[in-house]
């Protein structure tokens, strides 16, 4: 069981803290990594409570190392608005992407740089390659610590549940993609934002996309039942094997799979009604 503030060492190199945020949509809480021993390297410092930034900084004085730079997966409440504290304690780095605010943003959010794809950084002699992984939001960035086979997945992929796109700044067509990049990499391990390590990368990623193909074939079916409907119509159908109180979130993903229809042709939308391309 995950226990907030408490520093476990999951791999040579690679520490969790679990923040005190626990919800339906974060599970057991928001996971922050510390990567290195001497020379760390903090990566989704999470939301900015007290006792979360007071638990980091433990954290990294147990260690006995030394924070370098503050690396975010993207700029969600949950994942990166405790950058600004921890930049303002050690007056270090904060590296990650920027993105329009949609609703759903982290407005604090202020890096000292940017990160692009492929970009490496040096944690503490090791390798971390950040890996552009757009889908669940546009400034999704993975990292993959090439000494373990780690890739620390912020919310592309998460322990245990299905991770929520959120249109516009989610795009499900890229979502895939993303997964599928994902695959052409020597993984080991999956560290998601929410939930435990998980040791069959291959399996759980394969599976996801099958997942999302599934969902898709299930909408398709609902856009043929329906015929002509909007989000409303459709989620009753298309989620009928999810309990009716999840629909409110199912609907953003229904949403996200309508949309990847209409780039690729097969589907359609007029003042929010939904039909097939014939």
């Known amino acids: ?41 903090v990566l989704d410092p999470g939301p900015d409570i007290p006792e979360h930034i007071a638990a980091i900084e433990a954290g990294i004085t147990q260690l006995g190392g030394k924070l370098e730079r503050i690396v975010t997966t993207h700029t969600h409440p949950d994942h990166s608005p405790g950058a600004a504290a921890l930049q303002a304690r050690y007056s270090v780095p904060v590296i990650g992407a920027e993105i329009a605010d949609d609703g ?30 757009p889908g669940h939001v546009g400034n999704h960035f993975c ?28 795009d ?19 560290a998601p ?31 043929q039942q329906v015929k002509k409907g909007d989000l409303d119509d459709l989620v009753i159908v298309a989620y009928q094997d999810v309990d009716a109180s999840i629909h409110p979130i ?8 309508l949309l990847k229809l209409e780039k690729e042709s097969r589907a359609r939308q007029t003042d929010g009604q939904w039909e097939l391309v014939a």
């Open 1 to 41: 069981m995950l226990e907030a503030g408490v520093l476990e060492t999951l791999l040579p190199g690679v520490h969790r803290l679990v923040a005190p945020n626990p919800s339906v949509l974060t599970g057991p809480g928001t996971n922050t990594y510390l990567l290195g021993d001497k020379r760390i390297t």
């Open 104 to 133: 759903h943003q982290d407005l604090s959010f202020a890096p000292t740089s940017s990160v692009s794809h492929d970009e490496c950084f040096d944690v503490d002699g090791s390798v971390l390659r950040a890996i552009y992984t």
């Open 143 to 170: 990292f993959l610590h090439e000494a373990t086979g780690t890739v620390f997945t912020g919310d592309h992929i998460m322990q245990g549940s299905t991770v929520v796109i959120i249109p516009p700044a989610g």
């Open 193 to 223: 934002g929410h939930g435990t390590l998980i040791a069959t990368p291959t399996a759980e990623i394969e599976h996801l996309i099958a997942h999302r193909q599934s969902r898709e074939n299930k909408i398709w079916a609902a856009l």
């Open 172 to 190: 499900m067509a890229d979502y895939i993609a993303s997964l599928r990049l994902l695959l052409d990499y020597p993984l080991q391990y999956l």
């Open 250 to 257: 199912a609907k953003l993903s229904l949403w996200a799979h």
